[in-house]
């Protein structure tokens, strides 16, 4: 049978003239099941979670007093379905009891991760669990945190901020503007951008004055109190998402490929170079430390869970083990 026999079956009845395109036919149910497929892939796990990847704890201790200088320091991440506290000093986990969390591998699923924020004393930390956000001592334990303006929904964050005399959670609203939201009384609120073009991903840089935002494709830097979209603040370009803020007036943001963090002086609008991921690993959920010169992050792509402390002044990296969304304390002296 020729090439050119199964060409004319495929494009004509070879009983008649009248053709028949291949494209009725073949093309729609292809589109179907490709579908399909992108669905699952974007949106479910291809399998089980990565496995946890075992690192010895005097491993993780030792690295820490050479890059942390002696600095006490500790990691709150979610294996789920647990919250866990990473001592860096020992390299020790502690599994916090009464508190469950969720995430997974996945667009669908991913969504749902915890992304905690320790407050600048370490003392206590914001979560978010089935779209409520909660506060958690480690003293006195779990409070809930709510008022109505606030957008608690998947794939949001909201980051703690000390400042004018008060604890405030800094996140979304339900409007697409940025809230402080009063920690000790839920029903203050203060406005810090009303653009309502906030997509999930806001934080204020640790001296108050800056914004940092997605909007769902590129990164704004815009001063406190800002009333309305401009362009002018755009500082991404292309597809961008992940914006952090550091303790002082830098704000970053994760580019497309997820290969490096590009960090940004929100005052000055000087670009600072990039923090580029760990060799062969990509870099994503980077969370900026309340010390200016250390960070987290996890590998991130297609759910791989590995996570890094780096020192954002010499790039250096500490492998610390598996988890989701971790976020670093550091002691200042």
């Known amino acids: ?61 030792e690295k820490w007093r050479t890059l942390g200088g002696g600095l006490q320091g500790k990691v709150v991440f979610s294996r789920p379905p647990h919250m866990i506290i990473l001592d860096l000093e020992n390299g020790k986990e502690s599994t916090i009891e009464g508190i469950l969390t969720t995430g997974s591998r996945g667009k669908r699923l991913r969504g749902h991760s915890p992304r905690p924020s320790w407050s600048p004393r370490g003392d206590a930390f914001l979560y978010r669990y089935q779209k409520q956000l909660y506060l958690y001592n480690l003293k006195e334990g779990r409070g809930s945190i709510h008022n109505p303006l606030m957008d608690t929904g998947n794939e949001t964050r909201w980051s703690w901020w000390q400042g004018e005399g008060h604890d405030w959670a800094v996140g979304p609203s339900k409007k697409g503007n940025a809230l402080l939201v009063n920690l000790a009384d839920t029903k203050i609120v203060k406005l810090l951008y009303m653009g309502g073009d906030i997509k999930k991903h806001c934080e204020l840089t640790g001296t108050g004055n800056y914004l940092v935002y997605s909007d769902g494709d590129d990164i704004f830097s815009v001063p406190r109190g800002t009333k309305s979209r401009n362009s002018n603040y755009k500082i991404s370009k292309g597809q961008s998402c992940r914006p952090c803020a550091a303790p002082d007036d830098r704000v970053a943001w994760l580019p497309n490929p997820h290969d490096r963090y590009w960090i940004h002086h929100a005052a000055t609008g000087e670009n600072l170079g990039a923090l580029h991921a760990p060799e062969d690993e990509e870099i994503y959920r980077l969370n900026w430390s309340n010390h200016p010169d250390f960070a987290v992050h996890m590998y991130g792509s297609r759910g791989n869970e590995r996570m890094h402390v780096r020192k954002i002044s010499t790039g250096e990296s500490i492998y610390i083990g598996c988890g989701w969304d971790p976020d670093l304390w550091v002691e200042i002296k």
Do not use: C, H
């Open 1 to 61: 049978m020729s090439i050119d026999y199964l060409w004319r079956a495929a494009m004509f009845k070879l009983d008649g003239n009248k053709p028949i395109r291949f494209i009725k036919w073949a093309v729609p149910p292809a589109l179907v099941i490709l579908g399909f497929f992108m669905y699952v892939y974007l949106y479910f796990p291809l399998g089980p979670t990565s496995p946890t990847e075992p690192v010895e704890s005097s491993q993780i201790a």
